[in-house]
C-alpha cells in the first residue's frame, strides 16, 4: 500500500534557521515519483520539485534543498537561512507509475511558522 | 504563465442541495483531478479523468458526486445532494502528457461551505 509520513506536524523557527522537514514513504512500485508541494496561508497548493525514483541526485535550488534516499525511504526537504515568507503548511507527495494515473497520496503536512 | 482557474472561490450551500464547482484546467494538458481538504487535514484525491472518462476513483468519490468535461475547457465537479461533512476546500488539478512528468498544477481551490 501506498502512504506518505510526516511526523512533523508543527515546527516553529526564528528568521534566518535552517530547518528540515522529514517524508517517509512507503510504496511496493519500483518507479514511482515524490513530490513536495506549498500551502502558504492563502490556501492555494504551490508545486515545488518532482523526483523520480530512479533519480537519487540530491537537488538544490536557492535556499530549498532535496536530499532523497531510497535506502531509508526518505525525500527530505530543507530551508536554509529561513524566511518569514516560507511560513506555510509543507506536504510531501507520492504518485505510482503503475496502474495509476498518476494521483497524489499526500502525506498530512507540517506546518512551519519562521518568526522574525 | 498559464494556470488552472476555479470558480466560485467560495460557495455556501444547504444541506441536500446540489452544487457545481467548475474549473478550467490549463489548455494543453489531458489529465484532470479533483482533490479534496477538509479544513486543517491533508489533501486526498477523488476522481482523476482522462480521454473524456473517469480514470481512477477513491472510496469517497462515491455515487453523490460526479464529474463532466462538458466541453473543450471546463472541467466540473458535482455534489448531488450535500451534507455536512462534505465540507471542504475543493482543489482541481491537471497535468500534461509527458511521461517522466506527473507533477499536477492546482487551481486556488473552492471552499465549500454545507449549512
Known amino acids: 500500500a501506498q502512504k506518505v509520513t510526516q511526523a512533523q506536524t508543527e515546527i516553529s523557527v526564528v528568521e534566518k534557521e535552517d530547518v528540515t522537514l522529514d517524508c517517509v514513504y512507503e510504496?511496493?512500485?519500483?518507479?514511482?515519483?515524490l513530490f513536495w508541494y506549498k500551502q502558504p496561508p492563502s490556501g492555494e497548493l504551490v508545486f515545488l520539485i518532482r523526483r523520480n525514483s530512479f533519480d537519487e541526485q540530491n537537488e538544490i535550488s536557492g535556499r530549498y534543498s532535496w536530499n532523497f534516499q531510497k535506502s531509508t525511504s526518505s525525500f527530505n526537504f530543507t530551508i536554509t537561512a529561513s524566511q518569514v515568507v516560507d511560513s506555510a503548511v509543507y506536504f510531501c507527495a507520492l504518485s505510482e507509475a503503475r496502474g495509476s494515473q498518476g494521483n497524489l497520496i499526500f502525506g498530512k503536512g507540517t506546518k512551519l511558522s519562521v518568526k522574525p | 504563465e498559464p494556470e488552472v482557474t476555479q470558480t466560485p472561490s467560495h460557495q455556501v450551500t444547504q444541506m441536500g442541495q446540489e452544487v457545481i464547482l467548475r474549473c478550467v484546467p490549463i489548455s494543453n494538458h489531458l489529465y484532470f483531478y479533483w482533490y479534496r481538504q477538509i479544513l486543517g487535514q491533508k489533501v486526498e484525491f477523488l476522481v482523476s479523468?482522462?480521454?473524456?472518462?473517469?480514470?481512477?476513483k477513491s472510496e469517497i468519490f462515491d455515487d453523490q458526486f460526479s464529474v463532466e468535461r462538458p466541453d473543450g475547457s471546463n472541467f466540473t465537479l458535482k455534489i448531488r445532494s450535500t451534507k455536512l461533512e462534505d465540507s471542504a476546500m475543493y482543489f482541481c488539478?491537471?497535468?500534461?502528457?509527458?511521461?517522466?512528468?506527473?507533477?499536477?498544477?492546482f487551481g486556488p481551490g473552492t471552499r465549500l461551505t454545507v449549512t
Open positions: 488539478a491537471s497535468r500534461d502528457r509527458t511521461s517522466g512528468g506527473y507533477e499536477q498544477y
Open positions: 479523468f482522462y480521454n473524456n472518462e473517469i480514470s481512477e
Open positions: 510504496t511496493r512500485d519500483t518507479t514511482y515519483y
